[in-house]
């Protein structure tokens, strides 16, 4: 069951959806809504979802992620696709305690597909793909002449089989990755290009600040790789 609530109004629409994506498809394009998942859930919610406004998605108690590893917990959410991109993205993104996992064999179909240069902030979601397949990634984006900043505390990516973040052909962008306290496991044995890292990108003359603190990071090559070697890079890593 999902509620939607408007943030900054005094009605409260309590309508219910079985789909995280008729919720928002719901809300219009009123930027800054909040999509709050609640209740006990007895299946996944199989519908990818079409984000085309900035909004906010969390959960209740009971609808939260319950465990600190892939594989459901009964009664928890989870959205799992079967095909295509699990979440379109033509929005800014908020997401707090959410199960993802793209159930996908398509090459190229990822957690979220980014082409509009929004931002993109994730706390306490478990991110992945039910089998690695190539050129997978959790998020992707390949928009020129753009800023946007992806942000990830306390999230668990796996079964990717390229990248956490890959960016191609996106030239001229100021571009800036936090991860706080994240870690993964099986990321990148399918992957064209270098294989296996958390950030990836073929971004001509763009400006790239990747921050990345208090993680665990199981890779099949590097933690960060600049596909063409130019523009401006900053890594910023501790602990």
């Known amino acids: 069951e999902i509620s939607l609530g408007l943030v900054g109004s005094e009605m409260c629409i309590r309508d219910r959806f079985s789909t995280l994506n008729s919720a928002i ?24 979802v079409t984000w085309n406004h900035s909004l906010t998605v969390t959960t209740d108690s009971e609808s939260k992620v319950q465990q600190p590893h892939s594989g459901r917990t009964g009664g928890s959410y989870r959205l799992r696709p079967t095909s295509g991109h699990a979440i379109t993205v033509s929005g800014d993104v908020t997401m707090k305690g959410v199960d993802v996992q793209n159930a996908s064999t398509g090459v190229s179909d990822e957690v979220f ?21 190539d050129q997978q990634d959790i998020v992707y984006s390949d928009l020129d002449s753009a800023s946007w900043a ?12 390229r990248t956490v973040v890959d960016f191609y052909d996106a ?5 800036t990755i936090n991860f706080n306290s994240c870690s993964s496991f099986n990321i990148g ?16 003359n763009s400006t790239v600040t990747i921050n990345m603190f208090n993680c665990l990071c199981h890779v ?20």
């Open 25 to 48: 498809a719901d809300s219009g394009t009123g930027n800054g809504d909040t999509i709050n998942i609640t209740g006990t859930w007895t299946g996944d919610d199989t519908t990818a």
């Open 189 to 204: 044995n399918q992957g064209a290009r270098a294989n296996g890292c958390w950030v990836g990108g073929y971004s001509a």
């Open 113 to 133: 597909r980014s082409n509009n240069g929004n931002d993109i902030t994730l706390t306490r979601c478990i991110l992945g793909f039910a089998s690695e397949v």
């Open 220 to 239: 099949l090559d590097w933690c960060v790789v600049n596909y063409n070697t130019d523009g401006t890079w900053t890594l910023n890593a501790d602990y």
């Open 171 to 175: 030239d001229s962008n100021t571009i």
């Open 150 to 161: 992806y942000s990830f505390e306390s999230c668990i990516f796996y079964n990717v089989g």
